[in-house]
């Protein structure tokens, strides 16, 4: 046997070892370098990943082990972490700032993930330093394995529709405003796969049906999505099969994914694709292109308006999003088949946003605690026994009502409890909330102010009145109304401007998981923290040990990933 063969074997048989045994391998290598980019017409400095601006599309399979060597040739430390994908029992590689240590300039990291009992659509982002705001996102999708049925026939294409807001001012210039304690300015414009106004194209044959694959994975903005003369049919959220309904127009809060389904079925030509903002003013509209192949003229037409800005437009749309239980989700059985809605709850957190002022700057955080980082990942802390790094408890299950304060906070949990999560938002924005590692089952929410709005067009008036709705509030009553049935389980949820949303979550997932705000100025000012879901048992088949190359930085340099 020749030394290369030995050393091949060698490596499979430690990435066997670590991942699935008898799952399929994909490998990806990356390199993460600044290039320019045009995507207002004007320079910009962007992430690129092999040149890419978005990143490059990780296509795979329910069980798929992906493997994705990344270079940082950026000269600072970069992450990336990848939103809706579980990493189940890993925590150690979910590459944000608590759980995996950054990858220094010139150096690179080997993420080794599995896509374990998941399908659907799902993105990646730089987690670190407001990278986001310059690019090194992409698209990620999880296909069903073949012999599970899928709730549609196949598409004749499926395309990948990153969309988000999106400034001309770079990164480090977005970070030293919000340093300042300053609020971002309204962006520039919106993006659709990092292309502003009348850029981007899709290609389209008359009479057959392609699916979208929807992320929005801008900074702060909701935005709703539309395409001309076609309807679409929404089939996934998140992971999960919905009931296939028709909308003509689709709100997609910052962080969330979804699929839809439209047929080519109008006259060959072209047709705008149209991404507006949501609740802004003015609204920002950027518009593609679809083109039809035996198109015969281009796109024509006034622009298709969006929906008016009443928040409850937008509410009741979220509302009708159910889960079609009969069909199958990453496994054969149907989606039904658990019943999240009859499992009793042991435990109530409420999560309420929080904004204040610390030490004269404008910072944000959740019951009273504006997250800061500490010197250490926690996750690489609490595997080390190192003290001194976090403290369990460090935040409440409760709002407290006081001042605003930093600090390095971790939520404890217990592995397999089974608890219901309230975000409440005080505030006059929308905000949508991720939780890392988990699929949680969407509930019920509430509008504390109900919006009315009378339109005559005779006369053309419209008057608003709000008013404050009786038992808006989130109390032990509000869970009389319940979708305790068929509601969807996700990733990010949002949460409407003096409203509360909640959600069920079956804590089956040990490790350090982050929750955060998906309204990205916020996030970086301290409106998230660590979920610690913790068991004693110290069984592979609850946790994985620390990844063999995992990087170990902080007061964790230095110490072993394997006994010596
Ligand atoms: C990454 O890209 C940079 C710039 O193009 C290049 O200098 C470098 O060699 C590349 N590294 C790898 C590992 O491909
Ligand atoms: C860095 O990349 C090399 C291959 O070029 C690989 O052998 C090595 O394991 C990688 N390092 C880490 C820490 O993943
Ligand atoms: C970012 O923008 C600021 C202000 O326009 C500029 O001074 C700086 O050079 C820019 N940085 C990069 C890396 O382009
Ligand atoms: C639900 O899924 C089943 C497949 O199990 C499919 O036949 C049915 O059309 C779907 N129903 C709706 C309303 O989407
Ligand atoms: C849930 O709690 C109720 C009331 O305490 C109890 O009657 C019921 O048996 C419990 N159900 C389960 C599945 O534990």
């Not at 499979?12 to 799952?23: C, F, R, S, T």
């Not at 002022?357 to 926690?378: C, E, H, M």
Request: glycine letters at 10%; one cysteine or more; charged letters at 15%.
């Amino acid at each position: 046997m020749s030394r290369s063969t030995a050393v091949c074997i060698a490596v499979a048989a430690v990435l066997l070892a670590i991942a699935g045994a008898e799952d399929p391998y994909k490998f990806f290598t990356w390199n993460v370098t600044y290039g320019d980019i045009y995507p207002l017409g004007v320079r910009q400095q962007g992430i690129l990943i092999n040149g890419q601006f978005p990143g490059p599309d990780i296509h795979s399979v329910t069980n798929d082990n992906l493997i994705i060597n990344v270079f940082n040739n950026l000269p600072e430390p970069f992450l990336l972490s990848w939103n809706g994908v579980q990493q189940r029992r890993n925590s150690f590689v979910d590459g944000v700032y608590g759980t995996t240590c950054p990858i220094p300039p010139g150096k690179n990291y080997t993420y080794i993930l599995q896509v374990k009992d998941q399908i659907g659509s799902f993105y990646y982002y730089p987690s670190l330093a407001f990278h986001k705001a310059a690019g090194g996102f992409g698209g990620i999708r999880i296909l069903s394995r073949p012999r599970i049925p899928v709730p549609f026939d196949e598409p004749a294409g499926d395309f990948t529709v990153l969309i988000g807001d999106w400034y001309k001012a770079n990164h480090t210039l977005l970070r030293r405003v919000l340093d300042a304690g300053h609020r971002l300015p309204l962006p520039n414009s919106i993006l659709i796969n990092g292309r502003g106004p009348g850029g981007a194209s899709f290609t389209v044959e008359q009479g057959k049906t392609y699916r979208l694959r929807i992320s929005n994975v801008g900074l702060e903005n909701s935005l709703n999505f539309r395409i001309q003369n076609h309807k679409m049919k929404l089939v996934e959220v998140e992971g999960t099969h919905t009931v296939q309904q028709t909308y003509s127009s689709l709100d997609v809060h910052c962080g969330q994914s979804y699929s839809v389904l439209f047929t080519a079925d109008q006259p060959g030509q072209d047709y705008y694709i149209v991404v507006s903002s949501r609740f802004t003013t003015p609204i920002l509209t950027t518009t593609g292109v679809l083109h039809y192949t035996n198109s015969a003229g281009k796109v024509s037409g006034p622009i298709p308006g969006g929906p008016t800005i009443q928040v409850d437009w937008s509410l009741n749309q979220a509302r009708s999003i159910r889960t079609n239980l009969t069909a199958s989700g990453p496994r054969p059985n149907p989606q039904g088949s658990y019943h999240y809605g009859m499992i009793n709850t042991s435990r109530t957190i409420i999560l309420q946003s929080s904004s204040g002022q610390v030490d004269g700057k404008q910072r944000y955080g959740i019951n009273s605690v504006s997250f800061k980082p500490a010197d250490t990942p926690l996750k690489l802390a609490d595997y080390f026994n190192i003290g001194g790094v976090f403290r369990v408890g460090s935040i409440s299950d409760r709002p407290t009502g006081g001042g605003l304060y930093q600090d390095t906070s971790v939520l404890g949990t217990d592995f397999r409890s089974y608890v219901e999560i309230v975000f409440e938002n005080p505030s006059d924005i929308v905000l949508s909330y991720h939780i890392d590692g988990y699929q949680f089952f969407v509930v019920g929410d509430r509008l504390i102010y109900y919006y009315c709005v009378f339109k005559s067009f005779q006369y053309n008036v419209v008057i608003i009145m709000k008013y404050r709705m009786d038992g808006g509030q989130w109390t032990q009553a509000s869970r009389n109304g319940y979708n305790l049935r068929d509601g969807v389980a996700r990733s990010t949820i949002q949460v409407y401007p003096k409203s509360w949303s909640a959600i069920y979550v079956a804590l089956d997932n040990v490790g350090m998981w982050n929750v955060r705000t998906e309204f990205w100025s916020r996030q970086y000012l301290g409106e998230q923290f660590y979920m610690r879901v913790y068991t004693n048992s110290g069984s592979i088949r609850d946790e994985f040990p620390i990844p063999k190359n995992a990087r170990l930085c902080g007061r964790a340099a230095g110490r072993h990933t394997r006994p010596l």
